[in-house]
């Protein structure tokens, strides 16, 4: 397994390319659709996504809205990795893994819990996953990447035993280009990947199945949950789980539905304490700054008394002084020749 590290500064940039490649892929791409009157299929579906919307848009906003509540000045704001899978490694791994592989390098390299998705490009022979992480943490402390390459060769390095992954050996690494053993079972379906979209939209915006039915319904499916889970789209293609993968299945969609339920609480619990936190701070400045305008109105309150006592001394002093100067001397009278006192 090979990660490339990599930093932006643009959000929504990366998220773009992310869900749709270079501008000329998506041209070529909705032009090769439009011709073939069928959906535009995006080059990258979203697999992942924390604390952030589920399209490029969105995802650019929100977190661009967030740098500039938190540090707008942060230039490289964005750490946009890929995790890249052997060829032969396809078909090893199954979706439940390659969720947790995910989750371990979030938690391995320090950014668990700031916002980040990661869309998955099977365009190659070799599987391979694109992240966008905001380096900006709720605490408002900014990710540090620091050594962040020998920090991914390491974590690829324990993820290769771990999973029995094809090994990758320091610079000789050997290119991930050769045709990997599977590729032959990897499906075709053009309606494939929307489906699997939609579904996990639709997970991540309900708390039980009931909802993530409704939701489903709205989105042009048909859901049928007698033996297994199925869907029929608009145009009357049926889907099974089965042809979906792992993940898709009636148990696995309930356990995800529960799993982003608790994720969404989590989520809730920690705005709210991030929000309380902000309001004792805001509370906290207010105070400070009504105590500093007190003192301040104290000390001009104490001068302007001060000037008035000066006027007042000044004013005495000077009223002295004319009576000393009209003050009349009782005069004697001469004695000898002489005027005495």
Known sequence: ?????????????????????????????QQEAQEANLP?????????????????????????????????????????????????????????QKLGIIHEFAEYM??????????RHDDKAHEHFHFVVNRIGFDGKTWNDSFSKRRVNEFSRQMEVKYDLRKVVGKSRERLRAKGKDESFVSQNPYLAPLRKDIDEAILNNDDFKGFKKEMERRG????????????????VKIGSKDLGEGY????VD???EMGRLSREQERETLRKLQLQRDIEERQR?????????????AQEQEREAIQRAKATEEQVKKEKQKEQFRIVPMFPKRNGRMGR
């Open 1 to 29: 397994m090979i990660i490339n590290s990599g930093v932006s500064k643009s959000y929504m940039g990366s998220a773009l390319y992310n869900e749709h490649g270079s501008r000329a892929e998506m041209k070529l791409r």
């Open 110 to 119: 320090g950014f668990a819990q700031n916002q980040y998705c990661v869309h």
């Open 249 to 252: 299945k009636k148990n696995e």
């Open 221 to 236: 499916y048909k859901v049928q949950t007698g033996f297994g889970l199925g869907y029929t789209n608009a145009k009357g």
């Open 255 to 257: 356990s995800r539905i």
């Open 286 to 298: 207010i105070a400070e700054a009504q105590e500093k305008q007190r003192l301040q109105e104290l």
């Open 40 to 96: 535009y299929i995006p080059k990258g579906e979203l697999y992942y996504s924390q604390y952030c919307g589920y399209d490029s848009k969105d995802i650019g906003e929100q977190m661009e809205n967030y740098k500039k509540e938190m540090n707008p000045t942060l230039e490289k704001c964005a750490y946009t990795p890929s995790m890249n899978f052997a060829p032969e490694d396809r078909g090893k791994l199954s979706e439940e």
